[in-house]
C-alpha cells in the first residue's frame, strides 16, 4: 500500500538555521505530494504542494523538489524563525485514491533564540 | 471566510455512552472526510464521502459511523466509545479531483474516552 516515511523529531535549530526535513514515499500510483503544517492547538495547513515530477512547490520560504527517481519530497528553508516552530506532515495523494491523503508521522521543529 | 468547524472542541466521556462530534463547511465542497491523529502514528482516515450519501470506509472505520445528508455537514458517530477511541479527531473537505486539491482541515476535536 501507501506509505511515507518522513525523519523523527524533534529538530531543535537556532533561529536562521537552514533546515531540512526528509521524506521519502511509496505509491502504487503517480501521487501528487504534500507538506501541511500544525501549529501548536490548530489543525492542519497546506503549506505547499506538487502534483508532478520534478515540481517545486514553494511557500513562506519552505521549498521541496517532487523527486521521481528518489521518491522524495524533501522539505527545506534558509533560515528558520521562531514562528516557524510546530509539527510538519509530509502527505501523498494517489489519482483513483478517494482524495485520500496517506500522512508521515509527522516531525516536530522547535526554533530557538 | 472559508472554513470547517468541528463542535465540541473537547469532549470527556466515559465507555459506552454515544457521541456525535459535528463537522460543516462552508466552501461547498463535495469531499470530506474524518482523520484521526495518534502520537507517532500520524494522521489515518477513518471515514470519507465524495458527496451527498455517498460515503465509504478509510483505513480504520470499526467504532464509527457517518452520514452525509446534507453537503456542508458530516458529522462523526460514536455509538459505543472505547478507551481506544481517545484520540484527536480532525474533519478535513476538498474540491474533488485527481487528489491534486487542498484540503482544509477543521480545528481538532479532542475527545477523552474513560
Not at chain 1, 511557500?59 to 528518489?70: D, I, L, M, P
Amino acid at each position: 500500500g501507501d506509505s511515507v516515511t518522513q525523519m523523527e523529531g524533534p529538530v531543535t535549530l537556532s533561529e536562521e538555521a537552514f533546515l531540512t526535513i526528509n521524506c521519502t514515499y511509496t505509491a502504487t500510483g503517480y501521487p501528487s505530494l504534500f507538506w501541511y503544517v500544525q501549529y501548536p492547538g490548530e489543525g492542519l495547513q497546506l503549506l505547499l504542494k506538487a502534483t508532478k515530477a520534478d515540481d517545486k512547490g514553494s511557500n513562506k520560504g519552505f521549498e521541496a523538489t517532487y523527486r521521481k527517481e528518489t521518491t522524495s519530497f524533501h522539505l527545506e528553508k534558509g533560515s528558520v524563525q521562531v514562528s516557524d516552530s510546530a509539527v510538519y506532515f509530509c502527505a501523498l495523494s494517489v489519482k483513483g485514491g478517494g482524495n485520500k491523503l496517506t500522512f508521515g508521522t509527522g516531525t516536530q521543529l522547535k526554533v530557538e533564540l | 471566510e472559508a472554513q470547517v468547524t468541528q463542535n465540541p472542541r473537547y469532549l470527556i466521556t466515559v465507555t459506552g455512552k454515544k457521541l456525535t462530534v459535528t463537522c460543516s463547511q462552508n466552501m461547498n465542497h463535495e469531499y470530506m472526510s474524518w482523520y484521526r491523529q495518534d502520537p507517532g502514528l500520524g494522521l489515518r482516515q477513518i471515514y470519507y464521502s465524495m458527496n451527498v450519501e455517498v460515503t465509504d470506509k478509510g483505513d480504520v472505520p470499526e467504532g464509527y459511523k457517518v452520514s452525509r445528508k446534507e453537503k456542508r455537514n458530516f458529522p462523526l458517530i460514536l455509538e459505543s466509545p472505547s478507551p481506544n477511541q481517545t484520540s484527536l479527531y480532525f474533519c478535513a473537505s476538498s474540491s474533488t479531483g485527481a487528489g491534486e486539491y487542498e484540503q482544509y482541515f477543521g480545528p481538532g476535536t479532542r475527545l477523552t474516552v474513560t
